[in-house]
C-alpha cells in the first residue's frame, strides 16, 4: 500500500505555488525539498516558517536532485498528493451563505494547461466561487497547472464532472444564469448584457469554442467586439475580460 501511494504522489514548484498550497491549508504536501545555498527571501523565509508550523519536514538537498524533476523549480519542490477536487454539491454546498450571489466559471474542453492555468488564477483573482470543467478532453489541475496560475487553483473549488451539460443544467435548478462566451451572431455584445445575477460563465475550447450541446444549455451568449485584424483573443484573454466584467457588475463585493 505504501507503494502506491508513493507512486500517486506529485510534486509541485516553484516558490509561489508552493507558498500558495501551503497558505491554502489542504494538507496535501508532505515534505518540502529545497536546495541547499539558496539566499535569503522573504517568501522562502515564510514557506519555511509555515511547513515547522505544520510538522511538514524539510529536506535541504543538492540542486541537482530538483533539476531532475523540473528545471522550474526556483530551489522548491513540494511533494504532494494530487490536487483535491470537490463535487459539484460539496461545491454549492461550502458557498451557501455567501452575501454576493454565485459566481461560477465552467471551462468546456480547454486543453491547453497555460490557458487553463491562467484562467484560474483570474477566477481565484475576482472571487469566482467555484470552477467546473469535464473529466475527458480536457486539461486537468497538474503540478504545471498549478505552477501556472502562480498556486491560486490552491485556494479555489474546483469540480471536475463527467458530464458538463448535465452539471450546468443542475446549476440552472439552483437559480444560476449559464452565459456563454462566444463569437455568435445570437450573441449579446458582453457590455450589454445583463451580469449582474448568479451567473456561471462558460469559456470553450481553444480552437472551436464552446461545444453545440453546451450552447443549448446556456441561457445566452455573450461575444467580445474586435476592431483589430485578428479573429479573436485565445480562450485565457477573452475569459479573463468577461470574468472581470461579471466582477466590476458586483463592483468586487
Wanted: with cysteine; net charge neutral; hydrophobic share 45%.
Amino acid at each position: 500500500m505504501k507503494r502506491t501511494e508513493e507512486i500517486q504522489r506529485e510534486f509541485l514548484y516553484g516558490r509561489h505555488a508552493v507558498h500558495e498550497a501551503l497558505r491554502a491549508g489542504r494538507r496535501r504536501i508532505y515534505r518540502l525539498l529545497i536546495a541547499e545555498g539558496l539566499q535569503p527571501r522573504p517568501i522562502l523565509e515564510e514557506i519555511r516558517a509555515i511547513a515547522v508550523d505544520r510538522g511538514i519536514p524539510i529536506l535541504y538537498v543538492p540542486r541537482a536532485r530538483l533539476d531532475a524533476l523540473t528545471d522550474s523549480h526556483q530551489g522548491v519542490i513540494a511533494e504532494a498528493d494530487p490536487y483535491p477536487y470537490v463535487d459539484l454539491e460539496q461545491a454549492w454546498t461550502e458557498n451557501a451563505g455567501r452575501p454576493d450571489p454565485p459566481f461560477w466559471l465552467a471551462l468546456d474542453c480547454l486543453q491547453d494547461p497555460q490557458n487553463f492555468g491562467t484562467l484560474l488564477r483570474t477566477a481565484e483573482a475576482v472571487g469566482v466561487h467555484a470552477v467546473l470543467f469535464p473529466e475527458h478532453r480536457s486539461a486537468r489541475v497538474t503540478p504545471a497547472v498549478v505552477n501556472v496560475s502562480a498556486g491560486a487553483v490552491e485556494h479555489l473549488r474546483v469540480v471536475q464532472v463527467t458530464n458538463l451539460a448535465r452539471a450546468l443544467e443542475r446549476l440552472k435548478e439552483w437559480g444560476i444564469w449559464i452565459v456563454g462566451l462566444q463569437q455568435d451572431p445570437r450573441a449579446i455584445r458582453y457590455d450589454q448584457a445583463d451580469l449582474s445575477g448568479p451567473i456561471a460563465l462558460v469559456v470553450g475550447n481553444e480552437e472551436s469554442g464552446i461545444r453545440p450541446l453546451i450552447r443549448r444549455v446556456c441561457d445566452f451568449l455573450i461575444y467580445l467586439p474586435m476592431r483589430g485584424r485578428v479573429a479573436s483573443l485565445n480562450a485565457a484573454a477573452a475569459g479573463a475580460v468577461a470574468l472581470y466584467e461579471i466582477a466590476r457588475r458586483r463592483d468586487f463585493q
